[in-house]
């Protein structure tokens, strides 16, 4: 069964910088997409960033481009943040899918339990 558990959430002001961690255990596939995806109150939850683990392909929502990375990392998935902003503080979550990377977060199968993020 696939386990994916999030780590490096916190508070900083405007225009500082977090790294978030995904430890993902438990699948032996060798094409997956691994995602971040995040949720503020009353809001619906986004997509965030993208990974296809078969060629390395990121990509990227527009709100984000710029600021947010996925370092290349064979054992770990993280999200490099900077330039944070207010409008970013939301519970984050990282997820995991067969196949090819989408957009929707009901095609992720698999979901860590989330790490917040605050921005003031």
């Known amino acids: 069964q696939v386990q994916l558990v999030e780590s490096g959430g916190g508070s900083v002001q405007a225009g500082g910088s977090l790294r978030l961690s995904c430890a993902a255990s438990g699948y032996t596939y060798s094409s997956i997409c691994m995602g971040w995806f995040r949720q503020a109150p009353g809001k619906e939850r986004e997509a965030v960033a993208a990974v296809y683990t078969r060629d390395g392909t990121t990509d990227y929502a527009d709100s984000v481009k710029g600021r947010f990375t996925i370092p290349k990392d064979k054992n770990t998935l993280t999200l490099q943040m900077t330039n944070l902003q207010p409008e970013d503080t939301a519970m984050y979550y990282c997820?995991?899918?067969?196949?090819?990377?989408?957009?929707?977060?009901?095609?992720?199968?698999?979901w860590g339990q989330g790490t917040q993020v605050t921005v003031s």
């Open positions: 997820a995991a899918k067969r196949g090819w990377c989408s957009w929707s977060s009901g095609d992720f199968n698999y």
